[in-house]
């Protein structure tokens, strides 16, 4: 069995430190977003410019948004449900602002294309790499079932 906070945990490590993920609405696919973090909130940021198809598309409320994440290494991989909205707040802008974003932006923090996104997650499905030494020298062997070996290598997890 399988500890859904161990999972939850693993997620929230991993993004912070790889802070890519693909990030879509309906009717915009998922596209590549650097993700920006404000302490140890459970929320996620992404700067853009306002003419983008997501930006244009949580402009005007709240909208459902799906955050698909790949670890770096491939150990752990999720399907993050949530809901997308513009969020320009200043001082949030101010605290999450660094080098990297303001080379995307010629008039820095002033810039009228600034936008800023804030992703809230509510739930997410969580897979852990099942695959391994000893899952793959079974599986040769012909013992055990590789379905019996994955299925504590996922977990439905509430992010709200």
């Not at 693993?10 to 998922?30: E, H, N, Q, Y």
């Not at 899952?135 to 994955?150: N, S, Y």
């Amino acid at each position: 069995m399988h500890d859904n906070h161990e999972f939850e945990g693993r997620f929230w490590k991993s993004i912070r430190s790889d802070m890519t993920a693909m990030v879509g609405l309906p009717g915009v696919d998922p596209r590549p977003m650097t993700a920006q973090f404000d302490g140890d909130r459970k929320v996620i940021y992404f700067f853009t410019a306002k003419d983008t198809e997501l930006a244009e598309n949580a402009a005007s409320s709240p909208k459902s948004a799906t955050l698909v994440y790949a670890a770096k290494g491939h150990d752990l991989f999720a399907t993050v449900h949530g809901t997308l909205q513009t969020d320009n707040d200043r001082a949030t802008i101010d605290r999450l602002w660094n080098r990297l974003v303001a080379a995307w932006f010629e008039q820095g923090q002033d810039d009228p294309k600034l936008c800023l996104l804030r992703f809230d997650p509510t739930e997410a499905e969580i897979w852990n790499d099942a695959s391994s030494v000893v899952a793959g020298i079974k599986l040769f062997l012909g013992i055990g079932d590789p379905k019996e070996d994955f299925k504590d290598s996922v977990a439905k997890v509430s992010l709200a």
